[in-house]
C-alpha cells in the first residue's frame, strides 16, 4: 500500500507538470479529440503536446506490458492514474480503435512479431486504425459476412465491401474479418486480417448520417493483395478473435455511460437557470437529470467493478454484454436530457454560437450506440442465453 | 480498493447465507405473522445472532463485538434480504450501535455496546415525524428543565420501536424545524415515564412503531453527542443505515429475481416453457442489468463507509436511490412474471413485494436519495 501511495503523489506530481491546462478541460464534441495516425490533425499545439508525452510514457495505454510500449501498470497503479487524471480534471490523450480493440486482441491472438510491430505505434498514436466488422448485408447476423479472402500463395486476394466502417477515409490500415472458407459452416471460415488502407484496390465512401456528419463509410475491397504474415490466429479461426475484440468494442461502447463529460447540471444550470433557492429552475427536468446522474455514476462503479472481477477471473464471458447494453442506453438517456437541458439552445444547427450545432448533432450520434457492437436487442439475447440460461434463448 | 468481497468476506458472507437459510427462511418471517407474534422477531434468533458475533459486527472488541466493518454488515443485511429475516439487526447492530460509536461518550459506549453485541437488549432509532423521512423537519422538542431536559412530541415508523429498550431520539433543542442546526439525539429508555408506544403492523409484516413521548424527563447526561449541533452525528449514523439498507434491499431484489428466474423456467404455457419467451428474456436481462449496477453502488458506499466516511453521503445517496429503484422493479416483474400466483400468499414473491416498498420508504426514498445528491452537486 505504500508503494501506490508512493506511486500516487509520482503520478499526480507528473500529471500536474505534464498536462496542459487546456487538456484539463471536458472536451466538447466528437471532434476535439485526439485520434492520431500518419497525418494527425490537433485543434491546438496542447493536444499534440499531451499525446505524446502520454504516449512516450506508455500511459495511452496503462495496463499493455512495457516491451510493447505500453505502461506496463498492475490493475491497482491503472486505478490510481485514472483516479487521479480524473481528479484533475486531465482529458484522455488519444481516441483509438487500436487502442480500444485491437490492441487487447493482439496481445492475445498476434505472434510476438505482429505485437512487436503494431502495438507501438498504436500506444503512441502514429497509425489510426479502422474496423472492417459488418458488412451491408451482415450487420447484427454478423458471422453471414461475405468478403473474401482468397489465398494465392505468398499473398491473399481480397474482394468485398464492409459497411459502417468508422472514420475508414482517416484511417491508416484496417483489422479486417474475411471468408477464407467459402465451404465451411459460416462461423468456421473467417480469418483476421491486417492490412493498409493506402493499398491498391481500397476505396472508402463516407456516409451521410441523421446527424449531417459522415463518420462512417462504406469500405470495397477490389482485388487487393495482403501479404500473408498479416493474418493474425489461425486461417479459419477468426471467429473466436472478432468475438474476443467484440467484447473490447462492447467495453468502449460502455464506457460512455460514465461521466467523462460534462455533467449535465452544469449544462441545464446554464441554459434553464437557478432559482432563488439555488434550484434549478425546472422542477421536473431537476428530478430526470438528478436520476441520470445518480445512475451514471452507479454506472461507473459497475464498470470498476467488472475490471475487478476481471482481474480475479471471477467474471461471467458474456458480462460485457451488459456493460454494453446498460452504457448505451445511459448515453442516448444522457443525450436526451441534454437537449432536454438546452431547450431552443440546443437544436440550433449551423450557428458559431452553437458551435455548428454540436449539441443536436452528438444527441444524434448516440442514437447508434444501441446499434454498433451489436443492437441492445442482441445484447440481452446473450445475457438471457448465456448468463441466464433462459431455455431456446 | 477492489470492488468485490474479499477472501473473509465472502466466508462470512457463505456463513450468513446457510445460518439465515436455515434458522430464519421466509417461512420464519410467515410463522411471526400468522400467530401474529407480539414482539414481531423471534428472541432466540437475536441470541443466535449474538453469538455468530453479527449483533456486534460494527462493535469493537472492546466492546464485545466482533470489530468489522461497513461491508461485512451489509453482507449480513443482504442475506437478510434475501430471506426477508425479521430481525433487530439493522435498528439495534447498525443504527442504534453506530449512534453510541459515532456519538457516545466512553460511558455510554461501555454502559450499552456490550449489551447490544451480546444480544441482551434492542435499542431503535426515532427520527421520522411525518409520512415522507426528513430529518431536518423534526419538530419534538427537548427543553431544559432542572438538571436535564423535557421531551414532548410524537415520531413515526420507529422501527423496532415497541420492543426496544433504548431509544435513540432526534429532538430539538433550539431553532425551527426546517434547519439542520439545533438538533440534539438523546438516549432515551424505552420504559420511561411518559413514553407510550403503538406497535404499527406494517404491510411487509416487520416491525415499526408510533412512539409519543409527553414531557419525558431525562438527565442531561442523556444528550448523545453534542447539544444544538446533533445533525452532522445523525446524518452520519443515517448513512450507515441507509448504505446497510441498500444492501438488504440488494438481497431482497437479487431473490425476488432468482425466485422469479425459477419460476420462468419451470412454469409452461402454450406447449413451452414461458421463459422460452423474448418478451420475459428481454425483461430478465434488462431487470439483471439493473440489479448488477446497483450491487456495485451498494459495495461503493459499504467499502467508502470504512475507507473514508466523510466522502461517503453522496455515495450513499447514490447506492440507496439504487437499491430502492432496481429493487422495486425486481419485485414488479417478479409477480407479474409469476402471472396469477404472485397474487396468491402462498407464493413467496409477494412477500418481496411487501419488504422492498417497506424498505423503499425508511431512511429516504429513491427520490429523497436523488435530491441530496442534486443537492450536494449544486443544483
Given at each position: 500500500m505504500a508503494d501506490l501511495e508512493t506511486f500516487r503523489a509520482e503520478t499526480r506530481a507528473w500529471l500536474e507538470a505534464?498536462?496542459?491546462?487546456?487538456?484539463r478541460t471536458p472536451t466538447?464534441?466528437?471532434?476535439?479529440?485526439v485520434w492520431g495516425g500518419r497525418n494527425p490533425t490537433f485543434r491546438n499545439d496542447a493536444q499534440r503536446v499531451w499525446l505524446e508525452r502520454m504516449g512516450a510514457k506508455g500511459w495511452t495505454a496503462p495496463e499493455w506490458p512495457a516491451a510493447y510500449g505500453?505502461?506496463?501498470?498492475s490493475r491497482d497503479e491503472a486505478k490510481i492514474l485514472a483516479g487521479e487524471m480524473r481528479d484533475l480534471g486531465c482529458r484522455s490523450p488519444l481516441s483509438s480503435f487500436g487502442l480500444w480493440m485491437l490492441g487487447p486482441a493482439l496481445l492475445k491472438y498476434g505472434s510476438e512479431e505482429q505485437k512487436k510491430k503494431y502495438l507501438p505505434p498504436i500506444v503512441r498514436g502514429e497509425i489510426r486504425w479502422c474496423q472492417g466488422y459488418s458488412e451491408p448485408g451482415a450487420g447484427?447476423?454478423?458471422?453471414?459476412?461475405?468478403t473474401r479472402a482468397e489465398d494465392r500463395g505468398d499473398h491473399f486476394l481480397v474482394n468485398g465491401s464492409k459497411i459502417w466502417t468508422s472514420y475508414a477515409d482517416k484511417a491508416d490500415w484496417i483489422f479486417c474479418l474475411v471468408r477464407?472458407?467459402?465451404?465451411?459452416?459460416k462461423h468456421e471460415g473467417i480469418s483476421f486480417l491486417l492490412f493498409d488502407m493506402?493499398?491498391?484496390g481500397v476505396s472508402t465512401q463516407p456516409i451521410l448520417l441523421i446527424s449531417g456528419k459522415s463518420p462512417f463509410c462504406q469500405t470495397f475491397f477490389d482485388d487487393v493483395k495482403v501479404p500473408k504474415?498479416?493474418?493474425?490466429?489461425i486461417p479459419n479461426k477468426g471467429w473466436e478473435i472478432a468475438k474476443y475484440l467484440l467484447t473490447h468494442e462492447r467495453n468502449s461502447i460502455s464506457s460512455?455511460?460514465?461521466?467523462?463529460?460534462?455533467?449535465v447540471h452544469e449544462v441545464a444550470a446554464a441554459h434553464v437557470g437557478l432559482n432563488d433557492q439555488g434550484l434549478l429552475d425546472d422542477n421536473l427536468l431537476r428530478g430526470q437529470i438528478a436520476r441520470l446522474e445518480v445512475d451514471e455514476i452507479a454506472f461507473e462503479f459497475a464498470m470498476e467493478r467488472a475490471g475487478d472481477m476481471a482481474k480475479r477471473g471471477e467474471?461471467?464471458?458474456?458480462?460485457s454484454s451488459l456493460l454494453k447494453y446498460y452504457g448505451s442506453e445511459l448515453n442516448k438517456r444522457r443525450h436526451e436530457t441534454l437537449m432536454a437541458s438546452g431547450g431552443?439552445?440546443?437544436?440550433?444547427?449551423?450557428s458559431d454560437r452553437s458551435e455548428h450545432g454540436a449539441a443536436p448533432r452528438a444527441w444524434l450520434r448516440t442514437k447508434a450506440n444501441s446499434i454498433e457492437g451489436g443492437t441492445s436487442e442482441v445484447q440481452l439475447n446473450i445475457l438471457a442465453k448465456r448468463i441466464l440460461e433462459l431455455p431456446g434463448a | 480498493m477492489a470492488l468485490v468481497l474479499n477472501d473473509e468476506q465472502t466466508m462470512l458472507r457463505d456463513t450468513a447465507r446457510s445460518f439465515l437459510a436455515s434458522e430464519a427462511p421466509v417461512a420464519a418471517l410467515r410463522q411471526l405473522r400468522d400467530a401474529n407474534?407480539?414482539?414481531?422477531?423471534?428472541r432466540e434468533l437475536w441470541k443466535q445472532f449474538a453469538g455468530m458475533g453479527f449483533a456486534g459486527v460494527l462493535i469493537p472488541e472492546d466492546f464485545g463485538?466482533?470489530?468489522?466493518g461497513h461491508v461485512e454488515a451489509g453482507v449480513v443485511a443482504e442475506e437478510i434480504g434475501r430471506n426477508l429475516a425479521a430481525t433487530p439487526f439493522l435498528s439495534t447492530a447498525v443504527l442504534t450501535a453506530s449512534a453510541l460509536l459515532n456519538g457516545g461518550s466512553d460511558a455510554q459506549k461501555a454502559a450499552w455496546l456490550p449489551k447490544i453485541a451480546g444480544g441482551e437488549i434492542i435499542g431503535a432509532l426515532a427520527v421520522d415525524e411525518?409520512?415522507?423521512?426528513?430529518?431536518?423537519?423534526?419538530?419534538l422538542q427537548a427543553t431544559r428543565t432542572g438538571n436535564g431536559f423535557t421531551l414532548n412530541g410524537a415520531k413515526t415508523f420507529v422501527v423496532d420501536g415497541h420492543v426496544a429498550d433504548l431509544l435513540v431520539v432526534a429532538a430539538r433543542?433550539?431553532?425551527?424545524?426546517?434547519?439542520?442546526?439545533?438538533l440534539t439525539l438523546f438516549l432515551v429508555a424505552g420504559?420511561?415515564?411518559g413514553v407510550s408506544r403503538e406497535r404499527t403492523v406494517m404491510v411487509d409484516a416487520h416491525n415499526a412503531a408510533r412512539v409519543n413521548f409527553d414531557n419525558v424527563q431525562v438527565d442531561a447526561?442523556?444528550?448523545?453527542?453534542?447539544v444544538d449541533g446533533g445533525y452532522e452525528l445523525l446524518e452520519r449514523v443515517l448513512n450507515v443505515g441507509r448504505a446497510v439498507l441498500a444492501a438488504e434491499l440488494s438481497g431482497v431484489g437479487g431473490q425476488a429475481f432468482d425466485i422469479a428466474q425459477a419460476y420462468v423456467k419451470e412454469r409452461s404455457q402454450f406447449g413451452r416453457i414461458?421463459?422460452?419467451?423474448q418478451a420475459l428474456q428481454h425483461r430478465s436481462a434488462h431487470l439483471f442489468s439493473e440489479l448488477e449496477v446497483t450491487r456495485a453502488a451498494v459495495i461503493k458506499a459499504l467499502q467508502t463507509l470504512d475507507a473514508s466516511p466523510e466522502k461517503a453521503a453522496t455515495i450513499v445517496a447514490v447506492a440507496k436511490a439504487r437499491a430502492g429503484a432496481s429493487t422495486e422493479l425486481a419485485v414488479q416483474e417478479g409477480v407479474q412474471m409469476h402471472?396469477?400466483?404472485?397474487?396468491?400468499?402462498?407464493?413467496d414473491i409477494g412477500l418481496y413485494m411487501k419488504r422492498a416498498r417497506v424498505a423503499q420508504e425508511l431512511l429516504g426514498d429513491s427520490n429523497f436519495h436523488a435530491d441530496r445528491l442534486a443537492r450536494a452537486n449544486g443544483y
Open positions: 505534464n498536462c496542459p491546462a487546456e487538456m466538447e464534441d466528437e471532434e476535439d479529440t505500453g505502461g506496463g501498470l447484427s447476423d454478423l458471422a453471414s459476412l461475405q477464407t472458407d467459402p465451404k465451411a459452416p493506402a493499398s491498391p504474415d498479416q493474418l493474425v490466429g460512455m455511460g460514465g461521466r467523462a463529460h460534462r455533467p467474471i461471467h464471458g458474456a458480462y431552443s439552445d440546443a437544436l440550433e444547427w449551423e | 407474534v407480539a414482539d414481531g422477531f423471534s463485538g466482533v470489530g468489522l411525518g409520512a415522507k423521512h426528513r430529518p431536518e423537519k423534526t419538530a433543542t433550539s431553532g425551527q424545524p426546517g434547519e439542520t442546526q439545533g420504559d420511561a415515564g447526561d442523556a444528550a448523545l453527542g453534542p414461458i421463459g422460452e419467451f402471472g396469477g400466483n404472485g397474487m396468491t400468499d402462498a407464493f
